[in-house]
């Protein structure tokens, strides 16, 4: 029984480590409320919180960041989700037409944007943004589709912030009006 045991690890552990992932960025504003959007959703393997999108090397939240955007880095198994269902999950945790930040959070990094890495990527990001244009007719949208570059994590008291300090987290999102606006926007669909 026991051998039964150590080799069903052993095989749970070699199908674990030969799973393929793949990973996605997206700027949607403040990090912490993507990484909660993105984090428990089935085939997400984890959210990092950082910074993409510019040239400085070694951005810090407290230091130097300029040119950067506040973005995540998503891990997932494209066998449980896809690239394009993670797009439909940017476009209803975002506000596409504030060209000055997300919700309360105003300025450069704030806004948001699409990292794709690849040329099928950015079809699926360009078809995606097409399809928010064409649903908001006179509606600029400002969101952008830029190409993945080099992906800094953010400090770690950062990262998981949402789980860390909840009752922070929370009154930080309501006060900023995101899930207020996100309804508004997109109704039953926001933020799913």
């Known amino acids: 029984m026991r051998h039964l045991l150590i080799a069903g690890l052993f095989a749970l552990a070699s199908l674990s480590a030969n799973a393929e992932t793949a990973t996605a960025h997206f700027a949607g504003g403040c990090f912490w409320c993507m990484e909660s959007d993105y984090q428990d959703k089935d085939g997400v393997i984890d959210v990092v919180s950082g910074f993409t999108g510019g040239t400085l090397k070694n951005p810090t939240y407290k230091g130097n960041h300029e040119g950067h955007f506040e973005a995540i880095k998503v891990t997932y198994d494209p066998a449980v989700i896809s690239y394009q269902q993670l797009l439909d999950l940017f476009w209803v945790s975002i ?7 997300q919700f309360c959070d105003k300025g450069f990094s704030y806004r948001s944007a699409v990292f794709p890495a690849s040329s099928e ?3 699926l990001a360009e078809e995606s943004l097409a399809a928010v244009e064409a649903r908001f007719p006179g509606q ?7 190409d993945a570059g080099k992906f800094w994590p953010v400090e770690a008291y ?8 909840p009752v922070r987290y929370k009154y930080y999102r309501w006060n900023c009006g995101r899930d207020q606006r996100l309804e508004e926007i997109w109704g039953t669909a926001a933020g799913n």
């Open 121 to 123: 990527e950015r079809a």
């Open 95 to 101: 506000d596409p037409f504030d060209n000055s930040g």
């Open 140 to 146: 600029k949208v400002h969101t952008e589709i830029r």
């Open 158 to 165: 950062h990262q998981d912030y949402y789980l860390k300090n």
